[in-house]
T-cell receptor
């Protein structure tokens, strides 16, 4: 069974479109995250939710809106896509604080904006 | 400010060689946690180790070993008798006490040639 799953795995779209990436974890974790990995492999946190509450929002353009309908899901909606949004987006989850609990990552969603 | 530096962008070795991946971190916190993650060509991120700032004991797990030195703010990772399957990008990461956020280094791409 996949612990953290993301759909879709690949997403190709045009500038200006709106798209969503879905994430689900079946580990019973309280905390979920979105990370962005750029073309140079640099990984940076975007958002974190704990028990459906937003706790980290890292200077991300407000075109990006996370939504957590329940503890097992954290979706990422992106409005008005730009070329610079092309990246791999990783969802992750953990039992709690990053210090104590390992973060489990999903397989990533490669977003290409043309 | 917190920061993780992995100065080695890419390392290439021949199978069975030992290789050390460097990680230097910056933080003013006295309590912090360090991690290593592996990202194989398939793209997923795999947790390798977590170490807190109060535990400077070196750790060995099979062919993997980690050397944590607070005096030099380093948390280096050594692979002994490297194998082709070790080829991946390796990330060092840092988090502080009571934080949900992992701060990643830029990664080191390791290529193990047969």
């Amino acid at each position: 069974d996949t612990a953290v799953s993301q759909t879709p795995k690949y997403l190709v779209t045009q500038m200006g479109n709106d798209k969503s990436i879905k994430c689900e974890q079946n580990l019973g974790h309280d905390t979920m995250y979105w990370y962005k990995q750029d073309s140079k492999k640099f990984l940076k946190i975007m958002f974190s939710y704990n028990n459906k509450e937003l706790i980290i929002n890292e200077t991300v353009p407000n075109r990006f809106s996370p939504k957590s309908p329940d503890k097992a899901h954290l979706n990422l909606h992106i409005n008005s896509l730009e070329l610079g949004d092309s990246a791999v987006y990783f969802c992750a989850s953990s039992q709690g604080l990053a210090e104590t609990y390992e973060q489990y990552f999903g397989p990533g969603t490669r977003l290409t904006v043309t | 400010a917190q920061k993780v530096t992995q100065a080695q962008t890419e390392i290439s070795v021949v199978e069975k060689e030992d290789v050390t991946l460097d990680c230097v971190y910056e933080t003013r916190d006295t309590t912090y946690y360090l991690f290593w993650y592996k990202q194989p060509p398939s793209g997923e991120l795999v947790f390798l180790i977590r170490r807190n700032s109060f535990d400077e004991q070196n750790e060995i797990s099979g062919r993997y070993s980690w050397n944590f030195q607070k005096s030099t703010s380093s948390f280096n990772f050594t692979i002994t008798a490297s194998q082709v399957v070790d080829s991946a990008v390796y990330f060092c990461a840092l988090t502080m006490d009571s934080s949900y956020k992992l701060i990643f280094g830029s990664g080191t791409r390791l290529l193990v040639r047969p």
